[in-house]
């Protein structure tokens, strides 16, 4: 069981937005700043989209965003497009207990 | 070109050890930290150990303590995952990946290789 709770499946048409909430402990140890986001095409190795909890590295479009309240991240994909189907993953510092994924949330683009 | 390419992967049964390797090229590999993170099949992702630049550093998964090792060779290029006593849990793809942090560890993975496929059975 992962101490980072995604929704299982999000869905959205092509155009519009849709937001993957991550939500970590409810007693912060101090470590769930360290908030990144991983996209998962099928077969393929995961990509960064997202670290410090809203920076894009260079090449990621900025339909891609990042933002936390309190102990819950997200992830908001505006304009949603064909290629951006994929599973999503947060992850984040978890002090002693090293680096911990959510479960995986799967994008469905309609 | 920047990269990470694993291998050592394959079958191997229950009870007995497997090491996997890691050769990182393009980049100056002895300043970035250095994870192994796996997936099971039809599974989420799963981190499993990380080592610091210099080797001096290792932490590792409850779920992979005591059992699995991670280790460099910086003169190689190279990062190791050597794992011991396997159990069917084990059965994932497992990759290699680099923290996105230069001499210092950031907790983000910013270089991923493609994996290697371990798979325990009888």
């Known amino acids: 069981q992962s101490a980072l709770s995604q929704p299982r499946s999000v869905s959205g048409s092509p155009g519009q937005s849709v937001t993957i909430s991550c939500t970590g402990p409810?007693?912060?140890?101090?470590?769930?700043?360290?908030v990144s986001w991983y996209q998962q095409h099928p077969g393929k190795a995961p990509k960064l989209i997202i670290f410090?909890?809203?920076e894009r590295p260079s090449g990621v479009p900025d339909r891609f965003s990042g933002s936390k309240s309190a102990n819950t991240a997200s992830l908001t994909i505006s304009g949603l497009q064909t290629e951006d189907e994929a599973d999503y993953y947060c992850?984040?510092?978890?002090?002693?207990?090293?680096?911990?994924f959510g479960g995986g949330t799967k994008l469905t683009v309609l | 070109q920047v990269q990470l390419v694993e291998s050592g992967g394959g079958v191997v049964q229950p009870g007995r050890s497997l090491r996997l390797s890691c050769a990182a090229s393009?980049?100056?590999?002895?300043?970035?930290?250095m994870y192994w993170v796996r997936q099971a099949p039809g599974k989420g992702l799963e981190w499993v150990a990380v080592?610091?630049?210099?080797?001096?550093?290792?932490f590792y998964a409850d779920s992979v303590k005591g059992r699995f090792t991670i280790s460099r060779d910086n003169s190689k290029n190279t990062v190791y995952l050597q794992m011991n006593s396997l159990s069917a849990e084990a059965t994932a793809m497992y990759y290699c990946?680099?923290?996105?942090?230069?001499?210092?560890?950031?907790?983000?993975?910013?270089?991923w290789g493609r994996g290697t496929l371990v798979t325990v059975a009888s």
């Open positions: 990946a680099r923290d996105q942090g230069w001499l210092q560890v950031r907790w983000y993975i910013d270089l």
């Open positions: 393009g980049f100056t590999f002895n300043s970035y930290a």
């Open positions: 080592i610091s630049y210099d080797g001096s550093n290792e």
């Open positions: 409810s007693s912060d140890g101090g470590g769930y700043n360290y």
């Open positions: 410090n909890v809203s």
């Open positions: 992850c984040s510092y978890a002090g002693s207990n090293g680096v911990v």
